[in-house]
Structure formats: structure tokens, C-alpha cells
């Protein structure tokens, strides 16, 4: 079972740009498909993005597409979301999550099976 650590979150101008990581632990981490969730004050925590496990293929909703983007590098057991034009919108507690069932896109929460501890993102305005 790995773990997951999340980091890069912070205050940012809206507009701006962050990169959040998400480092693995075990050795296992390229069988896994990651996602990324967030979680808003007072809001059900909803699903950003999400990759294979090879990281050919990618999945966004809607609200973060074209503005977002995820990717994984295996060899380092890190999977990191880019994210640009930084929005109010975009404040959450961000979640980095793995798969150890599924080795393709997931959006459901219930898909994963390890989260991280999570990283705050504040946009200001």
C-alpha cells in the first residue's frame, strides 16, 4: 500500500499559477491511476483530474479544463497538477488520490483507495 504527500499548495493573486505535487511511497506506484480532488468550504469534495497509469491518458472536468493539467513521472514516484489562471473558484483543500483496483481514468472518489493529507490553495482576489 503506498502513502501519499502532497505539497506546492499556498496564496496565490487570482490569475496566477501553482504546481502541486503528490510524491509516492512503495514500489508499486506505476500500477496505480491518480487523481486529484478539492474540497471547498462547506462543499462536497469533487473530483479535478485524473491520470493512467502510464500517464498517456488524461481526464479533467469541465470547470479546470484548458487551465489545469496533470501528469506523473513513475520513475519518480510523483504525479503534480499544474494549474494556471487561478481563479476565486479554485480555493479548496486539494487532495492527491491512487487507485490500487484500477489501472485507467477514475472520476468516482469511491475509486480510490489511498489518500493524501491534503494542501491548502487560497486564490485572492
Known amino acids: 500500500q503506498v502513502q501519499l504527500v502532497e505539497s506546492g499548495g499556498g496564496l496565490v493573486q487570482a490569475g496566477g499559477s501553482l504546481r502541486l505535487s503528490c510524491v509516492a511511497s512503495g514500489r508499486t506506484f506505476s500500477i496505480y491511476s491518480m487523481g486529484w480532488f478539492r474540497q471547498a468550504p462547506g462543499k462536497e469534495r469533487e473530483f479535478v483530474a485524473a491520470?493512467?497509469?502510464?500517464?498517456?491518458?488524461?481526464y479533467y472536468a469541465g470547470s479546470v479544463k484548458g487551465r489545469f493539467t496533470i501528469s506523473r513521472v513513475n520513475a519518480k514516484n510523483t504525479v503534480y497538477l499544474q494549474m494556471n489562471s487561478l481563479n476565486l473558484e479554485d480555493t479548496a483543500v486539494y487532495y492527491c488520490?491512487?487507485?490500487?483496483?484500477?489501472?485507467?481514468?477514475?472520476?468516482?472518489?469511491?475509486?480510490?483507495?489511498?489518500w493524501g493529507q491534503g494542501t491548502q490553495v487560497t486564490v485572492s482576489s
Open positions: 491520470i493512467n497509469w502510464s500517464g498517456a491518458i488524461t
Open positions: 488520490a491512487a487507485s490500487s483496483t484500477y489501472r485507467n481514468i477514475q472520476v468516482i472518489a469511491a475509486s480510490y483507495d489511498v
